[in-house]
């Protein structure tokens, strides 16, 4: 082969060569995967999660778990004094229903010192009897005054459709708190409940609230 040809033949090579070098920096590289956008929480909605164990679980003076212990579960998303919030805990009536589930929602506007609580709490229950009607709804007015370390409460409540029964009810409670320490304070209660079908009566309680670590105390 002459040099004449064999020149050719490499300047040929060089441009092929270069030729393939040019459309591999002219193809793009594989884009990397964009993640799925997160959803933004809703600006001025304030989220509330919680978990509490006790030893019995009372209501208006009741024990609804046969005096066993209970456990209750809790989230509530409030926005600008309005709320609406789910919970679940655990029952025992008879062993017919094994859980509680409530739903509330209400407004807590704020007046001249005085904290208002005006909402709705539906309250069902799992594994009902045919016969047995337990599920009810409360409409319920709160109010509370601070004093210092103290606070003095009250508050009704009325269903049109008292827990297993198909006549109305009320319940009405006065309520003190006094923050003795930073993590200790006490409080106490009176109510009486009203139930047109029969059965009215009485309830009180006392106790101390102590938190020991952020989120943990004992009642």
Not at 81 to 108: M, P, Q, R, T
Not at 119 to 139: C, E, K, L, N, S
Not at 196 to 212: E, K, M
Request: charged share 15%; with cysteine.
């Amino acid at each position: 082969m002459n040099k004449t040809l064999s020149r050719a033949v490499m300047t040929a090579c060089i441009l092929i060569a270069s030729s393939a070098f040019a459309d591999d920096a002219a193809t793009p590289a594989p884009a990397a995967p964009v993640p799925a956008p997160v959803p933004a929480p809703i600006p001025g909605v304030q989220y509330n999660f919680s978990a509490t164990a006790a030893s019995n679980y009372i209501f208006r003076g009741i024990s609804q778990t046969d005096n066993n212990p209970a456990l209750f579960v809790k989230g509530q998303a409030s926005y600008d004094g309005f709320y609406a919030g789910i919970g679940s805990e655990n029952v025992d009536f008879n062993n017919h229903s094994e859980a509680e589930y409530d739903l509330s929602a209400g407004w807590k506007p704020t007046l001249d010192n005085f904290n208002f609580d005006l909402g709705i709490i539906r309250y069902g229950y799992t594994d009902q009897p045919d016969h047995v009607d337990a599920d009810t709804v409360d409409f319920k007015g709160v109010v509370s005054h601070d004093f210092g370390p103290a606070t003095v409460g009250a508050a009704v409540y009325y269903t049109p459709d008292y827990f297993g029964t198909h006549d109305d009810g009320e319940y009405y409670q006065v309520n003190a708190a006094y923050k003795i320490i930073d993590n200790l304070s006490a409080s106490a209660a009176v109510g009486r409940q009203i139930i047109a079908a029969g059965g009215d009566y009485s309830t009180w309680n006392v106790g101390c609230d102590y938190n020991l670590i952020l989120g943990f105390g004992i009642v």
